[in-house]
């Protein structure tokens, strides 16, 4: 049946915020930015894996009424939503001082894990990000 997950799709309040934080600040690359004149099509990937693209979307009509919009960016500013994105990283420690120094705000510093270290943060919307240094 199915061979991939090819696109995950996040919620963002404002789209070029979004690429300043995602492109910008943690080094992830547009795999396609279109004007679809109901919405706009944003997607980033980490570079080299254009196979899986995260959706940076902005809620609203069409999918969803202004009135439930409007709820969704309420529980998104809260970080209610639960939604997650996980990276990996060959150097935990060394990705989170990169990010840092670049102006990330981090929830949980480099912790070691049964798995590998790994740590959080939250993108300007209230998405919590991860990223972690598996046990090789």
Same mark, same amino acid.
């Given at each position: 049946?199915?061979?991939? =997950?090819?696109?995950?799709? =996040? #919620?963002?309040? %404002?789209?070029?915020?979004?690429?300043?934080? #995602?492109?910008?600040?943690?080094?992830?690359?547009?795999?396609?930015? +279109?004007?679809?004149? !109901?919405? @706009?099509? &944003?997607?980033?990937?980490? /570079?080299?894996?254009? %196979? *899986?693209? +995260?959706?940076? $979307?902005? /809620?609203?009509? /069409?999918?969803?009424?202004? $009135?439930?919009? $409007?709820? +969704? @960016?309420?529980?998104?500013?809260?970080?209610?939503?639960?939604?997650?994105? =996980? &990276?990996?990283? %060959?150097?935990?420690?060394?990705?989170?001082?990169?990010?840092?120094?670049?102006?990330? $705000?981090?929830?949980?510093? /480099?912790?070691? *894990?049964? #798995?590998? =270290?790994?740590?959080? &943060? *939250?993108?300007? !919307?209230?998405?919590?990000? *991860?990223?972690?240094? &598996?046990?090789?």
């Amino acid at each position: 049946m199915f061979n991939a =997950i090819t696109h995950s799709q =996040i #919620y963002v309040l %404002d789209q070029d915020q979004a690429l300043d934080f #995602y492109v910008g600040k943690l080094g992830l690359e547009v795999n396609a930015d +279109v004007d679809m004149g !109901f919405m @706009r099509w &944003l997607t980033v990937s980490v /570079p080299g894996h254009p %196979d *899986r693209q +995260v959706l940076l $979307e902005k /809620p609203g009509p /069409p999918a969803m009424s202004e $009135e439930t919009a $409007e709820q +969704v @960016r309420e529980l998104l500013t809260k970080g209610a939503l639960g939604s997650a994105l =996980i &990276l990996t990283t %060959d150097d935990c420690r060394k990705t989170y001082e990169t990010l840092l120094a670049r102006g990330v $705000e981090f929830t949980d510093e /480099p912790t070691e *894990r049964p #798995y590998g =270290i790994d740590c959080g &943060l *939250r993108d300007p !919307f209230g998405n919590h990000l *991860r990223f972690t240094q &598996l046990k090789g």
